[in-house]
């Protein structure tokens, strides 16, 4: 039998493009799911799970999982095994498989569905139950993980609850997170991100939330409401571990080989040499098991390896949630090489073999009527891609290492270094958001001494801590200078020898010359580069043989010069060859000569004509693929782990995490890492790229940066969907991610602008962290502590459910404003400002604010209406600013919170209008109320106000630019009219804005 007619024809044209495709197995036939079901599991089947990626400029990389739900019948599941490895055969049989669990799923299989997956009851053989047809079924979840979270559901009672974990109860009206006492921070913040994806998904986005914290019950009002659907308040007990609990151990790996479906240890150092491309091996480590597949064995010894390892899991005993990936030579995982003392980079023979096997199995394929596109990829040359350099126009500093000290350079010599010597090098700069930034590093010369590489390394960390931390800083190592340290010179020399004291000292105990560069030599430069990124000229040695047709140079001889062009240069190479030889000897005429018209006294200065190259010298392009771990220290050494699919969100802020990107390696320092932790940054920076070296073929010589969280430079942030919003809020993870939800977040980025409103905001989330963190260390002159014992959980309780009432208006508050003085009147000014914030937003698309309205709002944040003053405008606009704007500080604070005077008395009467007492009955005063005002009389059309417009509108308000449409293209574009529009909650409106391109 042909494998044309084994192979399933639902895999035809599977792997033919980035991204994920799933199969579920009904009848024992795979069958492909629509895009729309994608993520919804029924723990009654097995599905089969293809993740394609393409690195750039590579063969396209595939990974295949096969889920296998909690109900689904042996033969299921083993078809779905079947299937798997049909599926590979497809894709030229260089797949990576592995074998998923309901409830113990890889981190990378859940990194394709975040936030989570939430299996459903029910299956194709027994008939799916659809949510959307029955009535809402009150649910009870556990969440687990820090990054790749796990949901489980659990019987609705009390006796589920437990003070270890968190809860997440999904009534039909409200979701509540019930947080265990003891329970992880982490995991308290990641379980926000499953609320946030219920409220989505399964409540349209319209749904109240509370947080119930564990053992703090003193007039919560939402924490009664919780305890009520458990028939009232009673103690939980203690949690009694189950399987779910049990973490199994990563053990010291194992190599054993399979010979006839036989295993046999194999007592063995862990080298790469040891696996030999006729067999199979099986990798113990305990809690995760390795199959790994040499590439010219046998279809059936790979079975008979497969048969073997699930025979000694039941042999052994292990736990049904152990863990099988399957590997197969030349596409190993990072997870598989790291458990290996060293994994060299295959040479060129070993790669083309590779290329070849590959070949083999796409014709044979091919001759059995397989479709293969995509399987034999060809590898093609890539252009390195340039992150985004600094802003230009700062201040540049730099000073040589001499001795124990620093010795500042002159304006006209920064830009050249010599070999032999160390530098720091300090720019300051003001980012798109006017906030002051700063990039430091030392440079290393490939020459320069050990003292002088020791010196520069402390007095950098010296600037860095003086200067709180908030540089990026960077250790650089000569010829592997990133861009953005290349582009703040104009141009870059590297110049040999060296002038430092230590350098001097090494060259005259080797009894040799210095060989220091002098204005006065003779010396010869070759022009490497012509992009603003990559101008670096280096120093060469004075010989005729350094020369190339395909390159520019520059000849100093004495007091004359000369530019020497290549006849396959180009013309930009010219250019900065003149360029260069005017920074080396400022007003001296240079000499043009090109190939075949030198002078002689060009030769001589050669010391006589020689022969030289032709050919152009090889550029090493990076190919930035960037990578995220976290990490931990066993005995020493450093473990890395791999963060798939990783987002801003990942980044959790009493964390150090690694980024490597393969050109550059980045130490990120979360806020609340402690100090003594953080100090440790570079030399796990050092330890990682030691890893990295032996297992990835990273270079040793990798710039290293670090990076606090807060002042993450724009070369760090383009790996990242980046939000500035979501690190200008204080305190722990799950505070961060609790005024997220809530709905503090501005348009994307926290540019200062017109309006003030990200100030403003920042300035509210800076109060909203005072009032829950009472004792952290906020910017605020007036920080008093309240000496009447004030109860913390009842303050926080009433700052909560007045913040809740100011983002849900329509809900009444419940909770009665806190009569103490000190503390509650701090937490009252911080609801009472961000009240003002979300009115004065929400009613500023008004052509005129009312008198009355404008005066019942606290006077630090009362708008006041300006004309616009862009240079060219398309319309006079009238835009909404606050009048005493302040500029947000580095705490992301403003001089607004600054007085407690002035945020207590002046706000209280807006306080207690925001949150009235229990029983009361009043609604609060919210923009909702207000009646619908418009941005000026002006209108546009729909292309010239969206974001990406190529013909856009200037001098608008950008930040209301739905407010510009007619009230007839408003109501094509939003389906409601503009009354209705601004009715709606401020998160709606802000979603509805970001489908249109309107924000």
């Known amino acids: 039998m042909s494998t044309a007619k084994v192979l399933d024809p ?128 009150t649910r009870l979840y556990i969440c687990k993980g820090k990054r790749a979270i796990r949901i489980k559901q659990v019987p609705f009672a009390r006796s589920s609850l437990n003070h270890d974990d968190v809860f997440i109860l999904d009534t039909e009206k409200k979701i509540y997170q019930f947080n265990g006492a003891n329970s992880n921070i982490q995991e308290r913040a990641k379980s926000l991100e499953v609320i946030q994806h219920l409220k989505e998904k399964y409540h349209g986005g319209v749904c109240d939330v509370a947080i119930v914290d564990d053992g703090k019950l003193q007039a919560e009002s939402d924490s009664g409401e919780f305890w009520v659907l458990f028939g009232g308040f009673a103690p939980i007990g203690k949690k009694i571990v189950s399987d779910d609990d049990v973490v199994l151990e990563t053990t010291a790996p194992k190599l054993y080989s399979i010979n006839d479906g036989q295993l046999k240890l194999e007592d063995i150092t862990l080298t790469k040499a040891v696996l030999e491309n006729t067999r199979c091996f099986l990798l113990d480590c305990g809690a995760e098991m390795f199959v790994w597949v040499g590439r010219v064995t046998q279809l059936e010894d790979r079975k008979a390896a497969t048969k073997a390892v699930e025979e000694f899991i039941i042999s052994q005993k292990r736990p049904k949630t152990t863990r099988v990936t399957q590997v197969i030579q030349g596409y190993e995982s990072h997870a598989f090489k790291s458990k290996f003392e060293s994994w060299p980079a295959g040479n060129v023979a070993a790669s083309t073999g590779a290329e070849d096997g590959r070949g083999k199995v796409a014709a044979l394929l091919k001759q059995q009527g397989v479709d293969v596109k995509g399987a034999a990829k060809s590898s093609t040359p890539v252009n390195e891609e340039v992150p985004p350099l600094l802003e230009g126009g700062g201040k540049l500093e730099v000073w040589c290492v001499d001795g124990n000290a620093k010795t500042p350079l002159p304006k006209e010599d920064s830009g050249k270094f010599y070999s032999g010597d160390c530098y720091i090098i300090l720019y300051t700069y003001h980012s798109g958001d006017k906030k002051e930034e700063y990039y430091l590093n030392y440079w290393i010369g490939k020459d320069s001494t050990a003292d002088d590489k020791l010196v520069a390394a402390e007095l950098a960390n010296t600037m860095w801590n003086s200067l709180k931390g908030r540089p990026v800083m960077g250790r650089i190592y000569q010829g592997k200078e990133p861009p953005q340290f290349v ?33 006065e030599g003779i010396a010869l430069f070759r022009i490497s ?116 699919n990783f987002s801003q969100d990942d980044m959790l802020t009493e964390d150090m995490m690694i980024l490597d990107t393969h050109g550059e390696v980045f130490i990120w320092i979360g806020q609340c890492v402690e100090s003594k932790e953080k100090l440790k940054a570079f030399d796990i920076g050092q330890k990682y790229i030691e890893h990295a070296m032996s297992i990835e073929d990273l270079s040793p010589y990798v710039p290293l940066y670090k990076v606090s969280e807060g002042n993450e ?81 009842t303050q926080r309780a009433s700052a909560l459910a007045a913040l809740s009432n100011a983002f849900n208006p329509s809900s009444k508050t419940k909770t009665p404003l806190p009569s103490r003085s000190g503390q509650g009147s701090q937490r009252a000014a911080a609801v009472a400002a961000l009240s003002s914030v979300l009115t004065a937003e929400q009613s500023g698309s008004s052509d005129n604010l009312r008198a009355s309205k404008t005066s019942t709002t606290a006077p630090t944040t009362a708008p006041t209406i300006a004309p616009t003053t862009a240079e060219k405008t398309d319309a006079e606009v009238v835009v909404i600013t606050p009048s005493e704007a302040s500029p947000r500080s580095e705490a992301g604070e403003s001089s607004e919170f600054q007085s407690e005077k002035d945020a207590v008395v002046e706000e209280k009467d807006a306080v207690v209008e925001e949150v009235p007492s229990e029983g009361d009955g009043a609604e609060p005063a919210t923009a909702q109320e207000q009646t619908t005002e418009h941005v000026g009389e002006a209108t546009f059309s729909y292309d010239r106000l969206i974001s990406k417009s190529t013909n856009p509108i200037r001098g608008i308000d950008y930040k209301r630019r739905e407010a510009y449409l007619s009230e007839s293209e408003f109501q094509t574009v939003f389906g409601i009219s503009k009354d209705a529009f601004y009715k709606q909650p401020g998160w709606k409106q802000e979603l509805q804005k970001r489908k249109t391109d309107l924000f």
């Open 487 to 519: 582009a703040l010179f104009q141009p870059m020399v590297i110049l040999k020898g060296g002038i430092s004291s230590g350098y001097k000292t090494i060259a005259d105990e080797k009894g040799v010359g210095s060989g220091t560069y002098s204005a």
């Open 713 to 793: 430079p724009c070369f760090f942030k383009t790996y990242f969907s980046w939000d500035n919003t979501k690190s200008v809020v204080h305190g722990n993870s799950f505070q961060k991610k609790l005024s997220l939800l809530f709905g503090l977040r501005s348009e994307g980025t926290s540019r200062s602008s017109g309006n003030g409103g990200p100030t403003q905001r920042a300035s509210a989330l800076a109060a909203l962290s005072s009032a829950f963190n009472p004792s952290s260390q906020q910017k605020q002159a007036n920080d008093r502590r309240a000496s009447s014992g004030d109860s913390g959980p």
């Open 10 to 137: 639902a895999f035809q044209g599977a792997g033919q493009k980035v991204g994920t495709e799933i199969w579920r197995i009904e009848d024992f036939k795979p069958v492909q799911l629509p895009k729309a079901d994608y993520g919804k599991f029924y723990s009654g089947d097995s599905y089969v799970i293809l993740q394609t990626t393409c690195p750039k400029g590579g063969a396209y990389l595939y990974d295949i999982h096969f889920w296998i739900g909690k109900d689904s019948s042996q033969d299921e599941a083993g078809t779905a095994a079947i299937k798997t490895v049909e599926l590979d055969s497809i894709l030229g049989g260089r797949a990576v498989q592995y074998r998923e669990l309901q409830g113990y799923e890889s981190d990378k299989f859940l990194s394709y569905f975040k936030p989570c997956i939430i299996p459903m009851e029910g299956g194709f053989a027994s008939g799916f139950k659809t949510p959307e047809e029955d009535k809402f079924e």
């Open 529 to 644: 580069g012509t992009a603003i990124h990559s101008n670096k000229t280096l120093q060469v040695d004075s010989l005729a043989t350094s020369l190339s047709s395909t390159d520019c140079f520059v000849l100093q001889s004495g007091n004359a010069m000369f530019t020497w062009h290549g006849n396959s240069s180009t013309y930009e190479q010219q250019q900065w060859a003149a360029k260069v030889a005017e920074f080396l000897k400022p007003g001296v005429a240079a000499k043009h000569c090109k190939e075949g018209t030198e002078s002689s006294a060009f030769w001589f200065a050669l010391d006589g004509k020689q022969s030289y190259t032709n050919k152009s010298t090889a550029q090493d392009a990076i190919v930035r693929e960037p990578h995220l771990y976290a990490f931990s220290l066993r005995k020493g050494r450093l473990e890395v782990t791999e963060i798939f």
